[in-house]
Nanobody, 124 residues
């Protein structure tokens, strides 16, 4: 059993920054692929960024590339999403996800565990 808890969301103005955190417990964090997704009202869930078990491989959606950075600290069982130059279209609920025990990177993994999400609102 793995539990994921997101934090760090909030309200920020256009051009601002936020750092989201996802704390994992109950599993071997360092051996799991993890990722971030988001879902805005009226839209389908969207892939944001992903990272492999040791943090050496990452994958970003094109709209996030250059603005968002995913990282992890396995000693703290935590994955981060640093978001810079935020835009109103970044407004969404952000979810983190993890697989059970994979050395692959998204989309070559199936995420087994999901957090409850954290709201990010970017005002215009």
């Amino acid at each position: 059993q793995v539990q994921l808890v997101e934090s760090g969301g909030g309200l920020v103005q256009t051009g601002g920054s936020l750092r989201l955190s996802c704390a994992a417990s109950g599993g071997t964090f360092s051996t799991k692929a993890m990722g971030w997704f988001r879902q805005a009202p009226g839209k389908e869930r969207e892939s944001v960024a992903h990272i492999n078990w040791n943090g050496r491989s990452t994958y970003y959606a094109n709209s996030m590339k250059g603005r968002f950075t995913i990282s992890r600290d396995n000693a703290k069982n935590t994955v981060y999403l640093e978001m810079n130059s935020l835009k109103p279209e970044d407004t969404a609920v952000y979810y983190c996800a993890a697989d059970t025990d994979s050395y692959s990177l998204y989309p070559l993994v199936t995420y087994d565990y999901w957090g409850q999400g954290t709201q990010v609102t970017v005002s215009s």
